[in-house]
Structures are given as structure tokens and as C-alpha cells.
């Protein structure tokens, strides 16, 4: 063996790109190489089944280093992101001794919900006793009637703590549009509001006071694109609203954080984010925020270039959490966390996978918390910086969305973000394309493992539902809604009430699978029909094979089936259905044909009524079997 390096491959000649596509298209065999290999994404733009380096050509970022303007890299030149949980205080003690005990088990940041009428300085040192501001990620959250007092309280305790403050960090979160997106009501006096909290954290130059919460975006349905887009707007609203009022850009700049939603398109979620630093970084250069300091980040226009990095929190979906099969919760929000944290955020709260029917037990908090501790101890995400960079893929994925976002941005301030808001055009977007999702969930052009697909047959979940509780603060129950708020709905919701009503009308309809002829096919349409079905949660009775029509009547009968599916070939269901359709005529059995055959016309002709396939739109058909069943 030679002990000489050698280059490999020099013996083979480059390859264009046009000689790859003289060869797709050569095995293509005349097939159209837009409709069949590239793929349309809902942001808008085309994805191509292969890149080239020639594909991110003209890319001013891919000389930059991690934490270099306009920060598509990052803001940083490490990866380490703050592992964040949410704590709903209700008692000040017990929660403390839950933070503690969560620090101990890795996490790094915490999230406080605080009761606005328990807003005080005593309570605040209860809740963080023996926890050191200047080692844990500290963000609080309150009805925003109370976040300005809330604000007060807590940078007074930390200064009353007399640690370094450069090395205090965290936030207080003002969301001055969450009253429009989740209640559909006005909030005038956000910009004077806003406007105090930028000035009470002043002394704590590493606290945000604004926060954009991209993430209502996400949990009401919207596109990538949209989230970002919207968030941009958002941002620039609240930047504009408060640098014209009289207030440093540079200070403003760095004193708003925000919050994305993580969904499950694994590499659009990490461009994303790739994407979202980039723009915004653009978005504050604008303003030409003055450094006043001797940084080695400056401009050479002397323009702060820190207060151009955005800071990023990210949360796992909710509009993609399910009810039924809820550990597969667990399975997406940790490619949900993969794609946050190799899109570099900031910060991660992983939401546990049973949220969705009941308040969190302390197994899916566990679970949650030690899913990013898995991606920092074990996969060793922390140790690698933007391990995308040059992947054709992702940096055309992040240059695209990129465009589409700005496009969206470019329109939303034609009117600017609040207006949009108070005429309803963004709510309007968003749900458009919660509608869309939901037609492509119940046609299973989109898929949902264990809701639309593959479900769990023999799950129960009614009797483990509990209230929910949107931590909401109460103080504007009663008052008329004026505005359009967004639709929280999640995404399986109406898949989730189809199967809760079949568990709660205290029947569980039998659906037998005749199967008959066609091996091959019999097995194909069975299997199709059983998951078909078992999203309604009705019991499946499969079958290996009958030898005549008859004896599989009968065995359904004895099996006292409510629906009989016969599964076999297009080419014997001529012959097959009007046999069984006969036998099963006077009977209280609905009959069911698993497939579209040629001769369906001819059957529907003889009186069979029911067909199941792949064109079916699946949750308008079991909602139809639902009432010929009796099950409201």
C-alpha cells in the first residue's frame, strides 16, 4: 500500500451542468423536467432537484465569518444558545424551587409568567433567590397593563444586587401588538409605553424590553416567508415609531428581541433564520445607529453594527402539535430544535410534547428540556457555528426566502405594520394560508404522523384532556373586540374533534376489510383503508383473504361490522362489488369500495355510493361516515 497521498478523482473530467441535465432529461424519457423534479414551495419560490457552485455565485455573505455584518453566519462566533423553560408562576416560592431545581438539570434560561397583581420587589426576591442574575438567561413576562411596573421591579432588584451589569442578561417582554393578534383589541398608547420601557432597562445594556413575537405568526399557520416578513415589519414599526419619537436608534436597536416559531420544514426553518439576521441587519444600518464606543465592530462610517444583530428566540411549534399519538410530539419538536439551533438562534424553549391535551407533567417538561441538552451533550450542536455554510442548497433556500420575505416586508410598509393590523390584512394573509394548510391536511397533501396518517387504532385520549390555559390575564374580558385577531387553531384540530367525538358518543363503529382476489392489491387497499378509517378512530378488523364474497359477508356480520370495505383489483371489483353491494343490500351495514376503479361509474350506476382513495378528501368523507352513523 503506497504511503503517498493522492488526489482522488483527478482522472475524471468536470461535468457541466448542462451535460446533468442532457442526462436527466435522457432518463426522464420525456417527462417534463418542471413538473416532475422542482418542487413549488408555499413561500413562493421554485426549489431545484441539484445545485451548483455556480448557483451561489454573487452571495455577498459566504466570505463573512460567524459574527460578522450582516450576521447570516450569526451574531457570534460560537453556537452556544441558552436552553430555556417556561415557568407560569402562581405561587413565588414553589416556583423558585422549580427554577432551581431546573438549573440543575442544565437549563440556562428561564422564562417567568407573573401574576399582574402579585407585581413587587419582595416577590421578585423570592423568586430568584439563589439564582445569580449574571449566570442565567432571566426573562419576565406580565399582563401588559402591568409590564411597565413589572419592569421597574426588576431592573431595581438587579441593580439591588450589585453584580457587574455588563454580564446580566435577559429580558422583559413588551409585545406592543399582542393585544391585537390574540384578542383582536387596540392598544393606542404603545408607542409611549414602549418607549419607557427602552429607557427603564437603559441600566441593564444586555435586558431586552421589546419583544417581537414572529412566533404568533407560526402558531397561527403562516408560511416561513410570512413569519419572517411580518416579524421585519414588526421590528421596523416599533424601531421607526420610537427613533422619530426622539430615542437612540443604537439603544432602541438593542433593546428588541425576537421570537420565531420553529415549524417542521427542516432546511426552510434553518434558512429562515439565516435569513432573518441578514435582512435585519439591513433593516437597522438604515438608521445609521452612531457606536459610542471604540468597538471593533464599528462601521468604518463609525455606524454601531451590534445594534444590528438581531437576537433570536425560537419555540417549537404548537400549530403542528397533535393530540392523538402526542409522543410523535416529541419526534418534531426535536428536528424543530435541530433546525433552530444549527440556524444559530440565541435562545430555545422546546415545548413538552404533551401540551397540546393537559398541563405539562414534570415527565414532558423533563423530556423537553434534556431534548436540547441531547443536541448540546451528545450531537455536539454547541461545538460547530452555522454548519450549513456553502451548502448550495440552504444558501440558495436562504437568498430565496430572503427575497420573498423582503417582498412582503416592502408591502406591509406601504401602510406600515400597525395599520396592516388594524385593517385586518395580515390576520386575513395568515389565515388564508391556515385554510390552505388545513385543505392539504385533509386531502393528505400534507401529512401529520398519527392525525391524517398512520394512526394509532386502539388510543384513547378524552378522558386525559384537560382545560386549556393560554396564561391569559383576564384584564380584557368583557370588552368588545373592535379588530381581527389571529386564529390560533393548530393545525390537526379538526381531525382531533372528528376522533374526540367518535371516543365521546360512546360507540366505536367496526369497520371490516374484505379482502378478496388480487393479493398484492387486496393488501395495498387494506392497509389504505384501516389508516383511512382509524383517523376517526373507529376499530379496524383486517382479514388475510376470503375465498368467496359470501364467506366474507359473513364473517363481518359475525364480527357485527358497521362499515364492510372491500379491498381487491381494479379489474375485479366489475364482477366483485355489485356481488358484495347485493349480499350487504337490507342489511345495516355501509358498504365501501377501497379504490377508484374505471368501472365506477358503472358501480355508482347499480346503487353503490361510497368510494375511498387517494383523491378522497379524508376528513370531509369521515365526517360524512360520522353522521351516517349517528356520531355528532
Known sequence: MSNQREKLFTEFPPVSTQEWMEKITADLKGA?????????????????????????????????????????????????????????????LEANQKALKLLERGVTSLGFHIPKNAISIENIATLLD????????????????????????????????????????????????????????????????????????????????????????NDAGAYSYQELGYALSYGNQVLSALVEKGLNPTLTAKKIKFEFGVGSNYFMEIAKFRAARWLWAEIVNAYKPVCP??????????????????????????????????????????????????????????????????????????????????????????????????????ENLTFSLAQQAWKLFLETEETGFYQALKLGKVQDAIDASAQARAKALANRKEILLGTNQYPNFSESMAEKMQKSDDHSCGCSNGENTQLKKLNMTRLSDPF?????????????????????????????????????FGCAGYEIIDNLGFNTVQDGINAAREKNADIVVLCSSDDEYAALAPEAFELIKGGKEIFVVAGAPECMEELKAKGIEYFINVRSNVLETLRMFNTLLGIK
Open 130 to 217: 439563589g439564582i445569580e442574575p449574571d449566570k442565567v438567561e432571566l426573562n419576565f413576562k406580565t399582563c401588559i397593563s402591568r409590564t411597565v411596573e413589572l419592569a421597574k421591579v426588576v431592573v431595581n432588584y438587579i441593580l439591588s444586587r450589585n453584580v457587574d451589569v455588563m454580564k446580566c442578561f435577559g429580558s422583559i417582554e413588551f409585545d406592543p401588538f399582542r393585544k391585537i393578534l390574540k384578542k383582536g383589541q387596540d392598544f393606542p398608547d404603545w408607542v409611549e409605553q414602549a418607549a419607557e420601557m427602552v429607557q427603564i432597562a437603559a441600566p441593564l445594556p444586555r435586558f431586552k424590553a421589546i419583544s417581537i413575537t414572529g412566533n404568533m405568526f
Open 32 to 92: 417534463d423536467f418542471q413538473k416532475k423534479l422542482v418542487w413549488r414551495t408555499n413561500e413562493g419560490f421554485d426549489v431545484n432537484p441539484f445545485y451548483r457552485e455556480e448557483n451561489i455565485k454573487g452571495f455577498s455573505w459566504l466570505d463573512n465569518l460567524p459574527g460578522q455584518f450582516p450576521y447570516v453566519r450569526s451574531t457570534r462566533k460560537n453556537n452556544i444558545w441558552y436552553v430555556r423553560h417556561e415557568i407560569d408562576v402562581k405561587d413565588f
Open 496 to 532: 382531533d374533534t372528528l376522533r374526540l367525538a367518535t371516543e365521546r358518543s360512546g360507540k366505536r363503529p367496526k369497520v371490516f376489510m374484505l379482502t378478496i382476489g388480487n393479493l398484492a392489491m387486496r393488501s395495498a387497499r387494506s392497509q389504505f383503508s384501516s389508516n383511512f
Open 293 to 394: 464606543n471604540d468597538c471593533d465592530n464599528k462601521a468604518p462610517d463609525g455606524t454601531c453594527r451590534c445594534a444590528a444583530k438581531m437576537n433570536i428566540h425560537a419555540i417549537t411549534s404548537k400549530f403542528n402539535q397533535t393530540i392523538y399519538d402526542p409522543y410523535v410530539n416529541m419526534l418534531r419538536t426535536q428536528t424543530e430544535s435541530m433546525s433552530a439551533t444549527i440556524g444559530a438562534v440565541d435562545s430555545l424553549t422546546v415545548r413538552p410534547f404533551d401540551e397540546a391535551f393537559e398541563t405539562p407533567t414534570e415527565f414532558g417538561e423533563r423530556i423537553a428540556v434534556n431534548q436540547q441538552l441531547l443536541l448540546k451533550e451528545e450531537s455536539h450542536f454547541d461545538k460547530i457555528t452555522d454548519p450549513s455554510a456553502g451548502s448550495y442548497y440552504i
